[in-house]
């Protein structure tokens, strides 16, 4: 099984997508047991990779490899490290709750709705194991399509414009991409991405490589200022893929950066880090102030997203300024940091979606005005959204807190200015999420129909659970996954400082 395992954990969910497709509509209750049923199998297969991984080597493990388009020396070759083994285990978890989430609130199309997020499971998990840059990006590319109908599809009133432009944003991007790819094949005669972090490349040709892959991973992180598209997908999007979007999709960029752009265009990434901080940065500051402003509660978890996906990419590209000769400790900070905030992010923003998902339910509309004091009708629903929103505004013993708290410290080492302005998040952070906690469930009932509203019943209130004991572990013990990638990160950060001139 070990040999297969990562094929079956991407084929599995796309098999099952489509058996999904022929239950068809009419029946609807087949078909949301069968999908649930494949997510929980593979998630229970995912945690092998957990279970057997070897996080003494930064080889790559469960590998796969054959010949796919032999003409082009293109093969299917899958395999995971430290780095992207964490993410493939984040896509299994995230589904399943995504799925018991729609159980009963999407009567349009749900055996399709079903279908589309198994599908995407095993797209995305497709691109966290590939190791051939063509299949790399045949998956993430075909990623984008499930995501496009679920948007434009189950969406609200303006989804076709908010999934025309997800789409066009994210497409656009990867052109440059695939440029660069097959640019490198062509010098080095291979499309496998082990070999191309291998590849002597000139300052000329590192710096055009390294903009080609940073316009693909900064639309889909997304970084000031091509961050736009995100706000208008996650306020039309149906409440799961508000929660694929933020918890996975956006990793895929995070991802990139550290797969690609350290490992093959080191030189590029030192020259042009201060660029990447700066933009991290006033995503941090700037959109956080812009998330203090909005009305809408999706609205603001969104702008909120930027905010702390901008701790990644400072966290990557800070290593450059933190890193000093002897010591590789603040490097090793930012970059861990980096990847711990990328999980807990996953976590924390899809209980926050689904936080404001179970209000829309009920009284279908995400405008902050239209509560207050929903406490009084919903204590054990007021209970989660408060944990969650603490875990966002970064409460110590949250996940929240680790992977910002280990950025600032290596932002530290590079310039303590970088660290402030960093660190200025949890002021703005706590200011914008407390808001909204204040105004939506403290205090006596301004809306009569608050005061009809039903507490959460028992499948949202174990969706809810489970993304409780995450946020909390992550933030009390979260070891065990800095364990799985230190090594990883270790090897990653040794390329990223040795010059290929």
Do not use: C
């Not at 603001?300 to 002897?326: D, Q, R, W």
């Amino acid at each position: 099984m070990e040999n297969s395992l990562l094929s079956l954990l991407i084929w599995l969910p796309i098999i099952a997508g489509f058996f999904v497709i022929l239950l068809g509509n009419e029946r609807a209750n087949t078909a949301r047991w069968v999908s649930v049923a494949a997510s929980i199998l593979v998630f229970v297969m995912s945690l092998t990779l957990y279970t057997e991984f070897d996080s003494t080597t930064h080889l790559m493990q469960f590998e796969e490899k054959s010949s796919w388009i032999s003409q082009f020396n293109i093969y299917y070759h899958l395999g995971v490290d430290g780095i992207s083994m964490p993410l493939i285990i984040l896509t299994t978890f995230s589904t399943i709750l995504v799925i018991i989430a729609g159980w009963e609130v999407i009567q349009t199309r749900p055996a399709h709705y079903m279908a589309a997020f198994l599908m995407m499971e095993g797209l995305i998990i497709g691109v966290f194991s590939a190791l051939d840059a063509i299949l790399f990006y045949a998956f993430w590319e075909a990623s984008l399509i499930p995501m496009l109908l679920i948007i434009g599809v189950w969406g609200g009133d303006n989804r076709v414009y908010a999934s025309i432009k997800f789409f066009l944003y994210t497409f656009l991007g990867s052109v440059f991409m695939l440029v660069s790819l097959i640019y490198m094949y062509n010098k080095g005669g291979s499309f496998s991405i082990l070999d191309m972090h291998n590849l002597s490349l000139t300052t000329t040709e590192q710096a055009w490589i390294f903009w080609a892959f940073f316009m693909a991973f900064a639309v889909k992180v997304p970084m000031f200022p091509v961050h736009t598209w995100l706000p208008d997908a996650h306020v039309q999007a149906p409440t799961g893929g508000s929660v694929i979007l933020a918890a996975i999709m956006l990793k895929m960029g995070g991802y990139g950066f550290f797969r690609f752009s350290l490992p093959i265009t080191p030189d590029a990434s030192l020259e042009f880090s201060e660029v990447v901080i700066i933009l991290s940065l006033i995503a941090i500051v700037y959109i956080g102030f812009v998330a203090l402003v909005q009305r809408d509660m999706k609205k603001l978890i969104a702008y909120s997203s930027i905010s702390h996906m901008g701790f990644v990419t400072l966290g990557v590209f800070a290593l450059f300024l933190a890193y000093t000769p002897g010591s590789a400790e603040g490097a090793l900070l930012g970059l861990e940091g980096a990847m711990i905030q990328m999980i807990s992010h996953g976590f924390i923003s899809a209980a926050m979606l689904l936080v404001v998902g179970v209000l829309y339910d009920r009284l279908h509309s995400r405008e902050i005005s239209t509560y207050g004091g929903v406490i009084n009708s919903m204590p054990k629903f007021t209970g989660f959204a408060v944990l969650f929103a603490m875990a966002n505004a970064g409460l110590p013993g949250t996940s929240g807190f680790v992977g910002e708290f280990m950025v600032i410290l290596g932002a530290v080492q590079a310039n303590i200015w970088y660290a402030v302005l960093a660190a200025s998040t949890l002021i703005v952070g706590a200011a914008y999420t407390l808001w909204m906690v204040k105004r939506v469930f403290w205090g006596a009932i301004t809306n009569p129909e608050v005061a009809t509203l039903s507490d959460i019943n028992t499948r949202e209130f174990g969706i809810l659970a489970v993304l409780a004991i995450a946020v909390i572990a992550m933030g009390v013990y979260p070891q065990p996954v800095i364990d799985v990638m230190h090594v990883s990160i270790e090897h990653l950060l040794n390329q990223a400082l040795t010059s290929k001139l």
